[in-house]
């Protein structure tokens, strides 16, 4: 399993004024057929969630714009999987006037093909996708472009870890938040309505540039989200621990170019095989690889071990940092500005690996005496 959504866009910009009005056609089109199948076509000031996690608009600084204007309607198909999304940006920047039309689509793969929401796309499903997502486009409109003509934007890799309940799940984010955070990689907020950030317990992302490592309670997000979900199909995520790696920009394109993919069809075929390559990658950089068990568990593993002397006390006292900070990130940039050097302690993690042992440890008040590393539970799964 291995993709949760994707986005594609298609620039129309022209250099004819008749494109512009195609623009206008086909977003009259979609007023109409919303109209008549009772959607809702929804304007940018109403679709702040879309603005926020998919903006497809660079960064306004970087390319020296002085001025610009966004205009964006969103056209929701309730369980098919598919979101239309029309953008129209114009503006100035240091050198010239701009006008820029874009239309994008915001594809669940499992959705389209008529699975459950929880579900994740396989590449042996690629052909299946194409047909779906092509055959919606053409009956709402012949003029919307195909999924084939459209640029890739951002994947959303995925696994999902099936466990006994969602304390169990609780546990795993919990455990999350006190890893190694790789260099460059950061815990992002998020935002309420009012601007405010927050770290939510329910969920934990890690950035760098344009990846983002994404764990999450999926029952927990669709049981905020009924008027979306039907209760028997929330009931299927319960247990369920998503992990995802999302990929935009230039890593998306340095992953399409380091695996010589020239076109979707290709990219959705060798996805499986991304995904894992990218998990594999990723996820072990964090969460190691040894077993989570108690403090007292992993200091008597230390001192059954066949390590010298010197190198088992200084196991021990990461771990007694990492516990302090309830973080290893934390306790690792502890010992390294007190006197330990980061190769060091680089070796020490690497023997925990080699002991089965992670340095972060699980509370006596969780009630597990051990759990399965994340990593290899993701990396195991299908």
Known sequence: MSIHTLTVNTNITPKLTDEHDKFSMILDILHDYARLHKLKLIPESSNHNSEQFYLFIDNMNKNNIKKAHRDMWTLCLPGSGLKIIMIRTRGKNLKKSFFNCYISYLINPARVLGGRYVDTFNSNMTAALLSSVNGLLEEISPLLPKIDYSRLKRVDFCRNIQLSDSDKVKCYIELAKRALNPKG?????????????????????????????????????????????????????????????????????????????????GFLTQADKLATGLFNYHLYKFFLKGEYQTFPDAIEAIDKSEYKPKAKDDMRLILKYVSDFQSLNKGIEFLNNNGYKRDKLNRLLIKFDELGVNPVTLPRRWGYKNLPNIAKLVCSSK
């Not at 995520?237 to 076109?263: C, F, H, M």
């Open 185 to 265: 990689y950061g815990i992002k907020p998020l935002a309420n309505r009012d601007g405010k950030e927050y770290f939510p317990d329910n969920s934990v992302t890690f950035v760098k540039g344009h990846t983002s490592i994404v764990l999450y309670d999926k029952y927990s997000q669709m049981q905020r989200k009924p008027k979306y979900f039907s209760e028997e199909e929330t009931e299927d995520a319960y247990g369920v621990l998503r992990v995802e790696i999302q990929v935009e920009k230039t890593k998306l394109y340095y992953i399409r170019q380091k695996n010589d993919i020239d076109s979707i069809t």
